[in-house]
């Protein structure tokens, strides 16, 4: 993701007018100046609870980015954020980035549930919403039904139509799941930053409501499909509570992005379609 400069009163906002930006390339079109990096939000809501959270939250083993206010206090100005900078990149680390997440997840085990994740995807749809429905798609009775009275706009394409036929095939081998629903970053594969021998770190949280093992299954899928992953990854993580159903809700997650968003491409089905095979041996 690219993005224009961050606009001088943007800057002068949160008192950086002084400081040259400089493109990053990890941090979803963020500009780093000096120790602070400003991004694009897509999100108001969202961008404005991963601060709060942010803000205090204590993850052991885990270099967290902080929100840096604006100053007048807000975190969000004309659609831009503030964040310190957290050095490293992504790297094919995927055990580490699983053992990342279940920290995380113990901390924010005690966080309540946004409000903005309860609401349904509105039309005309953006990103945000193509990734809310199709989390519900991996999650409801009938899947893909409230994506269709939503307004869902679902591929025509070869490997959209595939991918849809594999949802609902995949939706026939679940069974219903015990373990709480808390609050989780979905989407944490490619995200977490390694710098040698250091901790990792994270600059944001992508908000979920589910059970803890969903999100580690999700890095896996993500892991599996596009990331070299040995296939070994999926045993090794198999203590992990209702591992099987968690697997099988992450692939089918995965799999009604992919037939949802606009970007998408025919490259991407390949690595998901050989992951939901994996996903079906282990059911």
Do not use: N
């Not at 606009?7 to 990053?24: D, K, W, Y």
């Not at 710098?195 to 999100?215: E, N, Q, S, V």
């Amino acid at each position: 993701m690219t993005s224009v400069e961050p606009p001088e009163h943007v800057r002068a906002t949160f008192g950086l007018r002084e400081v040259t930006p400089i493109p990053l390339g990890d941090w979803e079109g963020g500009w780093r100046l000096g120790d602070v990096v400003l991004s694009p939000v897509i999100d108001h809501a969202r961008a404005a609870w991963s601060a709060t959270v942010r803000e205090s939250l204590q993850v052991d083993g885990l270099r967290l980015a902080r929100p840096v206010r604006a100053t007048d206090g807000r975190y969000v100005v004309s659609g831009w954020r503030a964040d310190t900078y957290v050095s490293g990149a992504p790297e094919p680390r995927h055990d580490e980035v699983v053992s990342v997440s279940m920290r995380l997840h113990k901390a924010t085990a005690t966080l309540e549930r946004p409000r903005f994740l309860v609401q349904p995807p509105v039309a005309p749809w953006v990103d945000v919403d193509v990734f809310v429905a199709a989390d519900r798609a991996a999650w409801e009775k009938v899947p893909l039904r409230s994506l269709r009275a939503g307004g869902a706009r679902l591929s025509t394409s070869l490997d959209g139509r595939r991918s849809m036929e594999l949802i609902g095939q995949l939706a026939t081998l679940r069974k219903p799941v015990h373990t709480p629903a808390q609050l989780v970053h979905g989407d944490l594969f490619g995200t977490v930053l390694f710098d040698g021998a250091r901790t990792p770190g994270l600059t944001d949280i992508t908000p979920y409501w589910r059970p803890a093992p969903w999100a580690a299954a999700v890095i896996v899928v993500d892991a599996l499909a596009w990331g070299g992953a040995d296939d070994g990854l999926i045993e090794r993580w198999s203590d992990l509570p209702e591992w099987p159903q968690m697997l099988v809700r992450a692939v089918m997650f995965r799999l009604a992005v992919h037939a949802l968003h606009p970007r998408s491409t025919p490259q991407a089905f390949p690595g998901l379609a050989r992951t939901a095979d994996m996903v079906r041996l282990v059911l």
